[in-house]
């Protein structure tokens, strides 16, 4: 019962927190979609998908919730990422980032524990209302620190946002 209430909670606490933020001016709200692939001490390789909502405000920084569910391992993964991006052309069409990244996972086989980690990568701005992220992230929860190696704790992943 707790467990659903605080997925729940937040999911909320989420989404109206980027009500919020996307009212600010110069900021750019967006949703996407993606693909990673997985968390590595779970399964030897699972794809996963990921689904985001974030806001870009003044040009530079961007706020994602994502949601990404394993489904050979049951677990679920909700986080919230900051990230500084960095220009690498004057069009600003490629952009750099690095950030953090806070959460909770939860899932069938899993003790439910809060994450902590760091996320690197390339955004390329494909249009007006659309872009495309690559990146490298790191995770792990405060309970299976250091029990892991850092192989196991990174994931790859790929997404396209759309701006709403």
């Given at each position: 019962?707790?467990?659903?209430?605080?997925?729940?909670?937040i999911l909320l606490t989420t989404l109206l927190s980027f009500s919020v933020i996307g009212?600010?001016?110069?900021?750019?709200?967006?949703?996407?979609?993606?693909?990673t692939d997985g968390t590595k001490?779970?399964?030897?390789?699972?794809?996963?998908?990921?689904?985001?909502l974030g806001v870009i405000f003044d040009e530079q920084h961007r706020v994602v919730a994502n949601y990404s569910h394993g489904f050979s391992s049951g677990v679920t993964s909700i986080h919230l990422a900051y990230d500084y991006l960095y220009p690498l052309s004057e069009t600003r069409r490629w952009q750099a980032f690095a950030g953090g990244s806070v959460g909770y996972k939860f899932g069938l086989y899993d003790v439910n524990d809060w994450t902590f980690g760091g996320q690197t990568?390339?955004?390329?701005?494909?249009?007006?209302?659309?872009?495309?992220?690559?990146?490298?992230?790191?995770?792990?929860?405060?309970?299976?620190?250091?029990?892991?190696?850092?192989?196991?704790l990174g994931n790859i992943?790929?997404?396209?946002?759309?701006e709403m």
């Open positions: 019962m707790f467990r659903h209430v605080l997925k729940q909670s009212a600010v001016e110069d900021s750019q709200s967006f949703m996407g979609v993606g693909i001490y779970y399964a030897p390789l699972e794809f996963e998908p990921i689904f985001r990568g390339i955004r390329y701005q494909i249009n007006d209302t659309m872009s495309a992220d690559f990146g490298y992230r790191v995770f792990d929860t405060l309970d299976e620190w250091k029990e892991h190696e850092l192989g196991q992943y790929i997404s396209i946002d759309f």
